[in-house]
Each structure stands twice: as structure tokens, then as C-alpha cells.
């Protein structure tokens, strides 16, 4: 059973993963306290731990709000992130047994469902996220993997809020193919190459996105 603190910041994370705040909005701890039926402590203590990864900004005397990103941050932000899976997908390729590579094809397959059958933002996210962790482990770097991991809450912050769900998300079951072609080749310069420009795909929606800001 989760502390009370870990599931108001559980439930305040999925607010800010599903657009519910966006960049600037204020969020209210007696508010968020009321819904959980909580007192204001643990919600102000998740707050503290969402601040410290960078998610919301605590004012004194103010309140809480979230942080907003300019296009440049978020865009380095992908940078950073498309170095890190690239070495994932660069060892992967190495290191790989067979039946990853096949828990990858299927797990690429039920993405593709998600989107064309039975769409939702969190299978969306939920299933994204099982390939790409499966190709972390794959890389067998335990350092890569938590490096890497920390940042995903903040890829699917951004993404939400830069309009992910208007582009034609066939393109990433596409891309996921080639990635795990290369991978299952033991390609690791191919797979390194292809997931760079996979990740270089999100970055260059936070360039387009008129609704955010230099």
C-alpha cells in the first residue's frame, strides 16, 4: 500500500501526464486534498518531490504552479534523451537475445491496436513505454536504464502538451519496426541511427508547436 504522500504525487503526476494542468496553471492543495480525502500535508509533500523533478514551481507565499518550458528547453530535453535511447538501441543490438526481440514485435503489435482499435492516451504511453524498457534491458546498463527512465515522465509532460495526439501516430509503429529489424540484425550502429531520428521525430513537434514559446 502506497504512503499517502506517494499517491497524492501519483495521482498529481497523472494529472499533469494527461493534460489536465498544462505550462503556468496554478494547482490547488486543498483542492487536489479534497479529492483524495487526504489533509493538505501529503499533498503538499508531493508537490515538494514533483518540484524536485522538475514538473512544478513552489512560490513562498504564493502557491504552486506548473513550470513552464520554452521551446528551447524542451527541445534540449530531447536532445539529452535521444542520446541516451540511442545507446540503449546501440547495445541492445550487441546484447540481445532472441526472445527479446520477439517481446518487442509483439509488444509493437498491441501499440499498433492501441492506436487503430481501442485508442487511449494512457495505453498509448503505457504500451510506448514497455518497448522502449524492453530495449533499455536489453542494453543490460543498469545505469543507462535508471538515466534514462528518470526521464520519461517529463517526455510524455511535453509531448501532451505539444500536441502529440494531433500527429498520425502510425509513423511511430513504422519506426518501432525498423528499430527492432536492425536490433534483431545485431545492427547496432543501424538501430543507434534509427532510434535517434525516432526520438528526433518528438523533438522536432516541440519546433512546430505554435502554442509554445522561445
Not at 15 to 31: C, P
Request: hydrophobic share 40%; glycine share 4%; with cysteine.
Amino acid at each position: 500500500m502506497l504512503s499517502k504522500t506517494n499517491q497524492a504525487y501519483e495521482y498529481i503526476k497523472e494529472g499533469l501526464k494527461s493534460g489536465r494542468w498544462t505550462f503556468g496553471d496554478q494547482i490547488s492543495v486543498v483542492e487536489i486534498a479534497n479529492e483524495l480525502g487526504f489533509s493538505r500535508r501529503p499533498v503538499i509533500d508531493a508537490l515538494k518531490k514533483l518540484e524536485a523533478e522538475y514538473f512544478l514551481e513552489i512560490i513562498p507565499q504564493t502557491g504552486c504552479r506548473v513550470k513552464s518550458y520554452s521551446q528551447d528547453e524542451m527541445f534540449d530535453h530531447f536532445l539529452t534523451v535521444m542520446a541516451l535511447e540511442g545507446m540503449a538501441a546501440y547495445l541492445a543490438a550487441q546484447r540481445r537475445e532472441d526472445h527479446e526481440v520477439n517481446e518487442l514485435i509483439s509488444i509493437n503489435e498491441q501499440l499498433r491496436r492501441v492506436i487503430q482499435e481501442n485508442f487511449s492516451k494512457e495505453k498509448y504511453f503505457q504500451e510506448n513505454r514497455r518497448l522502449h524498457y524492453v530495449i533499455l534491458q536489453m542494453s543490460r546498463s543498469k545505469k543507462l536504464l535508471d538515466m534514462t527512465q528518470s526521464q520519461w515522465d517529463l517526455n510524455d509532460f511535453f509531448l501532451v502538451n505539444v500536441s502529440l495526439f494531433q500527429q498520425d501516430l502510425s509513423r511511430t509503429i513504422i519506426e518501432h519496426e525498423m528499430i527492432i529489424e536492425k536490433i534483431a540484425k545485431k545492427d547496432p550502429v543501424g538501430a543507434r541511427t534509427l532510434m535517434e531520428n525516432h526520438i528526433q521525430t518528438f523533438a522536432s513537434l516541440v519546433k512546430k508547436n505554435p502554442d509554445v514559446h522561445h
